[in-house]
């Protein structure tokens, strides 16, 4: 989505190059099949070979691992922050909230900076901030807990970064059926660096015997990243990729720009962008569709290890945590069915949707729809069961999460294809604000405040406290079904959205093309 712009000479003159070997009368434009002569030209200036492109893809996954376990980490040792700084269920809601806020805010920021400027420096100055911000936050002492939600602000400043430029960066690098595997495998990594945000918080903590070293561990990777990133990752310049119709012709209508005045069709306002998004009813219906995944990830990624520790402790499994460390198997447990349903359903989701498509072009939404509409019972039952039978909420949790993983990679999919590339970051960075906004910004602290709320209602027990989250995880069942109705009105549109996105693209193209080879056939000298 964006661009790091190549130089204008170099573009020239592959340009002009290109030109003079065109034998008169061998254009033919509009064409479905391009001659060799126009398939070259019509290629990027510095192609950028299939290896390099798979490991650059590579690194963005290990910074997408990265991503996600500084998102999930407070979950892993929640109970013990809360028993360190000694606040209700919801302050505890309200960390996610700060976190989400500064994401959001800063996430349009982003995004219109990655549609024009380059996206490694970009990339690399979130790393930095939010690793550092992870690493302060380890030292905070408490007394001082709003310094600790400071900080969680901040990583959702840096991290916001990540979100909003790296799947425009893997789209640039693939295309077609190559774009949705690697976008597979990318998106693979939210539930597995989510788990393993679990297992990292509550395996340090219980091992060194305080959480505050849960938080120093990731700082070290992001080291890692941020060297790996400036190495070997490209940024490549945004074209419209094989899914949009066409061949890339950034290069050249940008190595005009300078000599000829030629506007860059990257070159549109931000003003102009949400435009033409508005009117994008796939976009809106599957951003509102996203949003409700958002906002059932974000409350039970932040409780549901608590609400299972609750429901041991009406059982008699384990003990009241009167000081630290805390007990933390149900972190390492949910944590481990996050990983392993997170990686099938995202597999699973991709495989199903490659062949569905074949026979069905609304595919994408329709299996979106399935897995949340499945998902919303899976979820009601296991914080139903969860009273009776931990194996049982269990079972029911992984199952449930099976089903959402199934839309990661496809929703991102969807918005690719349906969007034209020159507004493809600022898409992302708007569905990453609104889906943040009416999502998981706000639903682990509502989680939190109703059941406080419920708790004030009941005696002081340990039945009351899990009553408490079993009946506020009500909504998120409601809600997972209202996000199966976006997806389905998806569905109506999707099909005409996406024959709109290529041909616009076909259109640029054929446009490009002309008004070069009009404006050297004007510079040529007369005889």
């Not at 200036?45 to 893809?57: D, T």
Request: net charge neutral; glycine share 10%; hydrophobic share 45%.
């Amino acid at each position: 989505m964006q661009n790091s712009v190549p130089e204008e000479s170099s573009g020239m003159n592959e340009f002009t190059g290109l030109q003079s070997q065109q034998p008169s009368g061998s254009q033919n434009y509009g064409a479905t099949e391009p001659t060799t002569t126009t398939a070259q030209f019509l290629k990027t200036p510095g192609n950028i070979s299939a290896k390099r492109s798979y490991l650059a893809v590579g690194v963005l996954c290990y910074i997408n691992l990265l991503n996600y376990m500084d998102w999930f980490i407070v979950a892993g040792v929640l109970l013990d922050i809360k028993t360190y700084f000694k606040i209700s269920d919801g302050w505890a809601g309200f960390l996610h909230t700060v976190f989400i806020f500064g994401f959001l805010l800063s996430a349009p920021f982003f995004g219109y900076l990655g549609d024009r400027y380059n996206r490694k420096i970009i990339l690399s100055v979130g790393i930095f901030l939010w690793s550092g911000a992870t690493l302060g936050s380890s030292f905070v002492t408490e007394s001082y807990p709003w310094i600790f939600f400071v900080s969680r602000a901040f990583v959702g400043i840096g991290t916001s970064s990540y979100s909003t430029i790296a799947p425009t960066i893997i789209a640039d690098l693939s295309e077609g059926d190559q774009r949705t595997c690697m976008l597979s495998v990318f998106y693979i990594f939210i539930p597995v660096g989510s788990g393993f945000g679990y297992v990292l918080a509550s395996g340090v903590t219980q091992a060194v015997g305080h959480w505050h070293w849960a938080f120093r561990i990731t700082p070290c990777m992001g080291v890692i990243a941020l060297v790996l990133l400036i190495l070997l990752v490209p940024d490549p310049t945004q074209h419209a990729s094989e899914g949009h119709g066409g061949w890339s012709i950034t290069s050249t209508t940008q190595g005009a720009d300078k000599e000829h005045g030629a506007q860059s069709t990257a070159c549109t306002t931000w003003r102009e962008d949400i435009k033409s998004l508005s009117k994008n009813r796939s976009f809106i219906w599957s951003s509102l569709g996203v949003t409700a995944i958002s906002f059932v990830t974000g409350a039970l990624g932040l409780w549901m290890p608590l609400f299972l520790y609750r429901a041991q402790l009406v059982h008699d499994l384990v003990p009241p945590c009167l000081q630290e460390p805390c007990s933390s198997s149900n972190s390492l447990i949910f944590g481990a069915i996050t990983i392993v349903t997170g990686v099938v359903g995202v597999i699973t989701g991709g495989v199903i949707a490659k062949r569905y498509k074949k026979i069905n072009p609304k595919a994408d939404p329709l299996i979106c729809a399935v897995g949340m509409l499945s998902f919303a019972p899976c979820l009601y039952l296991s914080i139903m069961l969860a009273s009776q039978s931990i194996h049982a909420a269990y079972i029911f949790i992984a199952l449930g999460e099976f089903l959402l993983s199934l839309n990661w990679a496809i929703v991102a999919d969807i918005l690719l294809y349906v969007v034209v590339p020159k507004c493809q970051s600022t898409a992302v960075a708007l569905q990453i604000s609104v889906s943040h906004l009416l999502g998981d910004t706000g639903s682990p602290y509502l989680i939190g405040i109703v059941s406080d709320a419920i708790q004030a209602r009941h005696s002081d027990s340990y039945l009351g406290a899990f009553r408490s989250l079993q009946y506020s995880f009500i909504l998120c069942a409601f809600v997972g079904v209202l996000g199966g109705g976006f997806f389905l009105l998806t569905a109506l549109y999707v099909e005409e959205d996406r024959k709109e996105a290529q041909q616009f693209c076909r259109g640029t193209e054929n446009k490009g093309y002309v008004s070069s080879e009009d404006e050297l056939q004007d510079e040529r000298p007369k005889a």
